[in-house]
């Protein structure tokens, strides 16, 4: 089982449940781990044979400029299903982290896996 991973993919959006929270657009950290369908590009060393990690994060930060969220558990299912859809992933892991959002606590997120067919992992 072949997988590429994106760590440390800082994104700038409005999320929050509190409406000091939803003033500005706030950093979020994604973990992503993807599934690729396939092992075809470590033998052709082709591009176009696997998922490309570069349009991933591009498409994943026009998706978080363009909408709101209440909770980090509705951003990463909804992340996990783009990758899932738009790039035939095999799977997906998605971790989102609010840095510095509960005082005391340097970093407060969640992690969730999906499979092609949608299900929990």
């Keep these: 089982m072949d997988s590429l991973y994106l760590h440390g993919f800082d994104v700038q959006l409005?999320?929050?449940?509190?409406?000091?929270e939803r003033?500005?657009?706030?950093?979020?950290q994604?973990?992503?781990d993807i599934g690729l369908p396939n092992h075809r590009a470590c033998l052709s060393d082709?591009?176009?044979e696997t998922i490309?990690?570069?349009?991933v994060a591009e498409r994943i930060r026009l998706f978080v400029?363009?909408?709101q969220f209440y909770l980090i558990e509705a951003l990463a299912e909804q992340i996990a299903q783009?990758?899932?859809?738009?790039f035939h992933a095999a799977w997906v892991k998605v971790s989102a982290t609010k840095p510095g959002i509960v005082p005391g606590i340097s970093r407060v997120g969640v992690s969730i896996m999906r499979d092609a067919t949608h299900q929990t992992l």
């Design 65 to 67: 400029t363009q909408r």
């Design 23 to 28: 003033q500005a657009p706030r950093t979020v």
């Design 52 to 55: 490309d990690y570069a349009k």
């Design 46 to 48: 082709d591009i176009a």
């Design 30 to 32: 994604l973990d992503l």
């Design 14 to 20: 409005i999320i929050g449940v509190y409406d000091w």
């Design 82 to 86: 783009l990758v899932l859809q738009e």
